[in-house]
């Protein structure tokens, strides 16, 4: 998904560029991809898909054939079909670092670039982070809903394509998820695979105690038991004989429920792998779970060490998107107010103690105490080095999950952080 | 997106059919892939995403880089890696053709193969399929909300990656939508592409005169001006002032209205460009919309010729998955009911006056003046001859909507056309 043909745009963006080549627009534009606004459930945006913008802008061009396509219905005329077809990203980014939490109406990447071509990458970066970030805000409110317990992906079923399912292991592995069951994203993301196993199985031996014999046989190391094909403390009773009968410790053992009163049937499968001397095995929940149950259960104090989030994590559901904007700021050393966009490129800068965050000016001095969030991660169209691996990106969202004040982190109603101006930036604003 | 390796599977599924090749469970099963339910404001889902499901079938083999990597990580022992190593999908497949309306609990689509095989496909199939059936179905929900008003997919900026995007472009051109802002979409899909222009362009010259007529100098055919930069009426009379001083026909031009009370606005703008002598002039409209909105405008006969939808549609914002499931319902002969999923391969057959279909066994008879909804689209492996094409999915989605009864084409509260069973079915589920 990060490199992708320059044909990933609008037509409208191709014709403007067009003409701003024919009129010489070709100064410095700064175009500001910010957050507008976020849905009342939401408190915070959580920054991702920053890497794949990155790819896409340092092999954005146009191939032969869709310069053919766009020579035949485009209406351009040979010389702008020469121009588009010798055209590079040459701009610099700065950007929230992926992993990092952002509040309305912080940028999330701004672009400077020669006008022409800051203009062409709109939709390539809207489509990258706006997605991409819905879901792995998803996934960390999943994570404050579970409290300590573990959660794995089970999101690649219903998600569009093999690459959504790939980004959203991604956005999970991102958010401290424990592992995913999707084998593409484990072995890209270095998560664990985590088993399971599903009814199915049970149905095809057609007898459950089969079944569980012979799934334990051949991968004894930490056999999951779907248990409630039939009856799922029978089944449990059952995943208890058949590690008995294999001699496999309770440690390795987990059984899983998929659906039914989930909370009482994990006490009682609790109590019954207890009394059997099962203490260390697990339980494992799984089925249309979010982060509103996950709450819930945990509140409940449910007995569940690993949750599997699926369909509703994968589509974000209850905020399938994110409401970002893609404005231009500034053109030529003219600062730009665009609808409700502030004018000129920005910087956020945030106090480890504060709950309140400081939009100025890009060249502004960080006020006493603040540190800046956008980084400097694109130069000339060449990435940056510096801190864009996963690994880097969990460790950013697990700092900025610590510093956010509960009053956003809440699950209902949060108030996002809020974000005052600058002088510099008030002032420019006002004129 | 349409062929991938095996590893976009869960771990399970590659477990699952390694034990099921040990203990020689490689007798024929059938799953059925099969749509639970519909939130309450779904009268019915537009199949899509049986193309990529097939050419996935097609391309399915695990690559050696894959199986490395599962022979590290999941407990596999040489002798599962070779015969995984084997494995190509060489089973029949039954399928309701892209297009074509479907109603819980009908399948979708049902394989038929050896049960490893069949289980390995289930994260493929459930992919493909569900995603994009969701944004057919609210893509035609659109069609159903705008009366006869032209539809333009504007859908790409805030979906997960540009396979998405151009799947959603698909799902669009399926349903009849008149055109797509979307080069990629446009260019693979035959869809008109459509123009318009965006804030920036305007605010770039400074001056809207000056970039409408920039604009329409450049691109004269069908320049769409963005009217509301600044003040949308006052857009209005700039874009005939411009198409005057440039001579361009009334039938030429259209003004888009991105924000704002765009049904107060429309009428007005409407009064000015018939005032002018403009009545040919096109008025476009886009911005948040959905279908909901769509049938408020055209209920209050908003003088619209085409609306621009895009991240509602895109991420089917208000039901962003559907709740289909993949189901073991025959194995080796023997039929299996596995929760909500009746038992044996099945056929839908349904009447062209009817308001019931009938859910039957595979093997039986249709009913008197009934036609079958699901067909054999591949066989042993390879796809079957036939109307797979974008075009006859467009066909079969128009005479579907034709068809379909007014009460479950209604947006709000629909009912569901009826799903009986067929007596062969109702023995068998009984049994």
Redesign the interface.
């Known amino acids: 998904?990060g490199t992708?043909?320059a044909?990933?745009?609008?037509?409208?963006?191709?014709?403007?560029a067009?003409?701003?080549l024919?009129?010489g627009?070709t100064g410095t534009?700064t175009?500001s991809l910010f957050l507008r606004g976020l849905p009342p459930e939401r408190g915070f945006l959580v920054v991702a898909g920053l890497a794949?913008c990155l790819s896409s802008l340092e092999g954005f061009r146009f191939t032969t054939e869709?310069l053919a396509?766009?020579t035949a219905?485009?209406?351009l005329r040979q010389s702008d079909v020469d121009a588009l077809g010798e055209l590079t990203f040459t701009g610099d980014v700065w950007a929230a670092p992926e992993g990092r939490l952002v509040f309305p109406p912080e940028p999330l990447v701004e672009v400077t670039a020669p006008?022409p071509q800051a203009?062409l990458v709109?939709?390539?970066l809207?489509?990258?982070v706006?997605?991409?970030s819905a879901?792995a805000t998803k996934a960390a409110r999943c994570r404050i809903g579970a409290g300590g317990a573990q959660l794995v992906d089970?999101g690649?079923?219903?998600?569009?394509?093999?690459?959504?399912?790939l980004?959203i292991g991604r956005a999970c592995a991102m958010t401290g998820f424990a592992g995913s069951?999707?084998?593409?994203a484990?072995?890209r993301y270095g998560l664990p695979?985590?088993?399971?196993?599903?009814?199915?199985?049970v149905?095809?031996?057609?007898d459950e105690h089969e079944a569980f014999r012979?799934?334990a046989t051949?991968?004894p190391?930490a056999p999951?038991f779907v248990v409630d094909t039939f009856d799922a403390l029978g089944g449990v009773r059952t995943a208890v004989a058949v590690a008995r009968e294999l001699g496999l410790p309770p440690g390795r053992i987990a059984v899983r429920l998929t659906?039914g009163d989930r909370l009482g049937l994990a006490r009682a499968a609790r109590k019954i792998l207890d009394e059997a001397g099962y203490v260390q095995a697990r339980i494992m929940l799984s089925g249309g779970l979010d982060e509103y149950e996950l709450a819930r259960l945990s509140a409940a104090e449910a007995p569940v060490d690993s949750y599997g989030v699926g369909?509703?994590l994968?589509?974000?559901?209850d905020a399938?998107?994110?409401d970002?904007s893609y404005?231009?700021v500034e053109?030529d050393g003219?600062p730009?107010a665009?609808?409700n966009a502030l004018p000129g490129p920005k910087q956020v800068y945030r106090r480890a103690s504060g709950d309140q965050d400081v939009l100025s000016r890009r060249d502004e001095p960080a006020p006493p105490g603040h540190r800046p969030v956008l980084t400097h991660v694109m130069r000339a169209g060449k990435r940056v080095r510096g801190k864009h691996s996963l690994d880097e990106a969990r460790g950013r969202f697990e700092r900025d999950l610590l510093w956010l004040p509960s009053s956003a982190r809440r699950l209902r109603d949060p108030e996002p952080v809020g974000v005052r101006y600058s002088p510099g930036l008030t002032a420019l604003a006002g004129a």
């Open positions: 998904m992708a043909g044909e990933h745009s609008d037509l409208y963006a191709i014709r403007m067009a003409s701003y024919r009129h627009l534009a175009f794949d869709e396509y766009l219905v485009a209406e006008l203009q709109e939709m390539a809207l489509n990258l706006t997605f991409q879901v089970f690649a079923r219903r998600t569009d394509g093999f690459d959504t399912a980004a069951s999707h084998v593409g484990a072995r695979l985590v088993d399971t196993m599903v009814h199915s199985y149905r095809a031996f057609g012979a799934y051949d991968f190391e999951v659906s369909t509703k994968g589509v974000s559901a399938p998107s994110a970002t404005r231009l053109y003219r730009v665009s609808g």
